[in-house]
């Protein structure tokens, strides 16, 4: 593909793309002309995105914290309000922390905040889906990331007990009833078990909560995502499990992080 498309194919993209629904038929349209080698790919990829396969998929890359993440098809694709996540980690992450990026998908948090962190981070990231870990093995080689797989705490190596600094865990929060409500871009293409959060979407978070003191160093903190509905009673999870939480919300990217500190 020439590095300056003609007006016409990028005037032809953005129409199909349009007429498929997608509503930033531009921005697509340009990461597409971008991502593809020749015509011929350029075409099979417009075609899966206007057949609604994820943007992040067919392209097999998001832009997330000013980094390009891989994000192979069915792994969770890094939504950019998570970003509000990763900037309120960095901001309590001092040089040789210990990370652990738990159910981290593609491991884009992981890789976020390693990126902006002076000095390095001993950094662990674990997921239960096998493409999840391949992806995120991948994406955090750069940073020296070591990813496990398996069941939240039970993929981690022991001797991280009592020593995690930051805990960032993007548990799924979405309530069961309400993930046929979700864009069919997620609820068809992407792991089932990195969206359902059970019946009122906290189920994951209580057993995260409930382990994260053993895990966390004195001081060290667990860091997650919610929505602001659900804010009240994951601020409660957090502090029945001997932790100090607190909320705060980024209004731009409407995203709540909550920062649950165990006590020294």
Do not use: K
């Amino acid at each position: 593909m020439s590095v300056f498309p003609s007006a016409a194919l990028r005037s032809s993209v953005v129409s199909r793309l349009r007429t498929a629904g997608c509503v930033f038929a531009e921005d697509e349209a340009r990461i597409l002309l971008s991502a593809a080698a020749t015509p011929a790919e350029l075409a099979t990829m417009v075609r899966a995105r206007a057949e609604g396969r994820p943007l992040e998929h067919v392209v097999g890359w998001a832009e997330f914290a000013g980094l390009r993440i891989a994000v192979d098809p069915g792994v969770f694709v890094p939504r950019r309000r998570s970003e509000h996540l990763v900037a309120t980690a960095t901001a309590l992450t001092g040089p040789d922390a210990v990370v652990v990026d738990l159910c981290c998908g593609s491991g884009a948090l992981g890789a976020g905040l390693a990126a902006t962190t002076r000095g390095g981070v001993e950094l662990h990231a674990a997921d239960v889906d096998p493409a999840a870990v391949r992806c995120a093995r991948r994406n955090l080689a750069p940073y020296g990331g070591h990813v496990h797989q398996g069941d939240l705490f039970a993929a981690l190596p022991a001797g991280l007990r009592g020593r995690v600094d930051i805990l960032l865990a993007n548990v799924p929060y979405v309530p069961t009833a309400d993930i046929g409500l979700l864009p069919p871009e997620a609820r068809l293409h992407e792991a089932l078990p990195a969206l359902d959060g059970g019946a009122d979407g906290l189920d994951v978070l209580r057993r995260v909560a409930a382990d994260a003191p053993q895990w966390l160093a004195p001081g060290g903190s667990l860091l997650f995502e919610t929505s602001e509905r659900q804010t009240p009673a994951a601020l409660a999870i957090a502090r029945d499990a001997g932790l100090r939480a607190t909320a705060s919300h980024h209004e731009d990217l409407d995203a709540t992080v909550i920062t649950a500190t165990r006590r020294c």
